[in-house]
């Protein structure tokens, strides 16, 4: 059973940093791409960090440039360094491992979440 175990969230201001770190287990980590998403209360679920089993990364525009993601395959942990924090950015932060379609089947796993949350 793969399982997916973040930490980091908090409370912070703006301007502040954190981050966040996701731990999967169950399965080998190397098969996975992993991603983090954000959930602002109203709001659909948003990509803001992949990074694939070889290491490349993709941001888009809101947080290219204050946020970092990175991997740690040995240990089986993807980190989200966050700096410059802004109140917009309070969101859930969900840990999310794609390792894409077998046979027309979708396996994803995602974490519990956890809360991040950027005074002004």
């Known amino acids: 059973q793969v399982q997916l175990a973040e930490s980091g969230g908090g409370l912070v201001q703006s301007g502040g940093s954190l981050r966040l770190s996701c731990v999967l287990s169950?399965?080998?980590?190397?098969?996975?791409?992993m991603d983090w998403y954000v959930q602002a209360p109203g709001k659909q679920r948003e990509l803001v960090a992949r990074?694939?089993?070889?290491?490349?990364?993709y941001y888009p525009d809101s947080v290219k440039g204050r946020f970092t993601i990175s991997r740690e395959n040995a240990e089986n942990t993807v980190f989200l360094q966050m700096n410059n924090l802004q109140p917009e950015d309070t969101a859930v932060y969900y840990c999310?491992?794609?390792?894409?379609?077998?046979?027309?089947?979708?396996?994803?796993?995602w974490g519990q979440g956890t809360q991040v949350t950027v005074s002004s």
């Open positions: 169950g399965s080998p980590f190397m098969n996975y791409a």
């Open positions: 990074i694939t089993p070889g290491g490349i990364t």
């Open positions: 999310h491992a794609d390792r894409g379609y077998i046979n027309g089947i979708l396996y994803d796993h």
